[in-house]
């Protein structure tokens, strides 16, 4: 993916942040939709989250392991 270290930093930090804030407006329709909207937007974001993990932060990691996270399965 990217050769330079400092930027493969920087883009996993910002990965990150975005899987966690997405992470956390699950919980937050979960609370405040009913089960069809909720099964919906869970749906999507199910989405992003497969292409945030496999096609983003996985090469990322390949290419740069000691970013990869302790808890991190390939």
Same mark, same amino acid.
Request: hydrophobic letters at 35%; one cysteine or more.
């Given at each position: 993916? &990217?050769?330079?270290?400092?930027?493969? /930093?920087? +883009?996993?930090?910002?990965?990150?942040?975005? #899987? !966690?804030?997405? *992470?956390?407006?699950?919980?937050? +329709?979960?609370? !405040?939709?009913? =089960? *069809? !909207?909720?099964?919906? #937007?869970?749906? @999507?974001?199910?989405?992003? &989250?497969?292409?945030?993990? &496999? =096609?983003?932060?996985?090469?990322? #990691? =390949? /290419?740069? %392991? =000691?970013? @990869? %996270? %302790?808890?991190? *399965?390939?």
């Amino acid at each position: 993916m &990217f050769e330079d270290k400092n930027l493969a /930093a920087s +883009v996993d930090n910002k990965l990150r942040s975005c #899987y !966690q804030l997405l *992470e956390e407006s699950i919980w937050e +329709v979960n609370k !405040q939709c009913n =089960e *069809e !909207q909720a099964k919906a #937007y869970r749906q @999507k974001i199910g989405g992003i &989250f497969s292409i945030l993990v &496999f =096609e983003l932060m996985g090469p990322l #990691y =390949e /290419a740069h %392991p =000691e970013l @990869k %996270p %302790p808890d991190w *399965e390939d």
